[in-house]
């Protein structure tokens, strides 16, 4: 896997995916209704009576993420209704983005390894395998063991964030959070192998979501983006 990280191809790819998916996400935020948005919120626990209240301004770009992945009308979310209501992307990389947004999915990770300003070698809790995750943020700021929240997009040779990923490192937050976790890990105990289905990882990725927010975990948190 440390293979991967090396050299300067890796990297070019993922830039190029990464800016191609800022597009997207775009192109999606800008079809998202506000009633969307203020029930995603409502769920987050970012919203009380009709006002957004956000703590602390990364929380927007998770509830954007969760309004974008996981909100569904008529079974469909708005990726998905974005790529069927079009002519097929003729960039190749807008159909590979595409494809890994729709095939992305949430879980909890732990860095394993870290690769110093490229990514980190993550471990799925849940579906219990590693995962090369191409990250130049994390790959400058992780440490071993830390734990991590998030939606991920598999790629052919590497993942990729969706966004958002939430730190769980801080005990307030694995209080609240490892319950949780536990609770999923019993009630689905075949999670490791097989999918959730669209509905139950819609309030799986939900429950952690809304607990990690309400016990602080962006409360010291700095996202950074690609160089340019």
């Not at 830039?15 to 009633?35: A, D, G, S, T």
């Amino acid at each position: 896997m440390a293979s991967y990280f090396e050299g300067n191809e890796a990297i070019g790819e993922y830039i190029r995916l990464r800016n191609v998916l800022k597009m997207i996400n775009r192109e999606l935020m800008n079809r998202l209704p506000q009633k969307t948005i203020m029930e995603c919120a409502k769920k987050l626990g970012l919203a009380k009576s009709k006002i957004l209240v956000f703590n602390n301004p990364n929380e927007t770009s998770v509830l954007i993420d969760y309004c974008i992945y996981c909100f569904r009308t008529g079974g469909k979310t708005v990726i998905e209704r974005h790529a069927g209501e079009r002519p097929p992307p003729t960039q190749a990389d807008e159909r590979t983005v595409l494809a890994a947004m729709v095939a992305s999915y949430f879980s909890v990770f732990m860095v394993r390894r870290v690769y110093k300003g490229r990514g980190v070698l993550l471990y799925d809790f849940f579906k219990k395998h590693e995962v090369i995750l191409m990250d130049i943020g994390l790959g400058d700021s992780a440490v071993l063991d830390m734990a991590f929240a998030g939606r991920i997009l598999p790629f052919a040779d590497f993942h990729m964030s969706a966004g958002a990923f939430l730190p769980l490192f801080e005990l307030p937050v694995i209080e609240v959070v490892a319950p949780i976790m536990e609770k999923w890990r019993l009630s689905h105990p075949n999670m490791h192998s097989t999918w959730l289905s669209p509905g139950l990882e819609v309030s799986f990725s939900a429950q952690i979501i809304r607990a990690a927010l309400r016990a602080g975990a962006l409360d010291s948190a700095n996202y950074s983006d690609i160089p340019g």
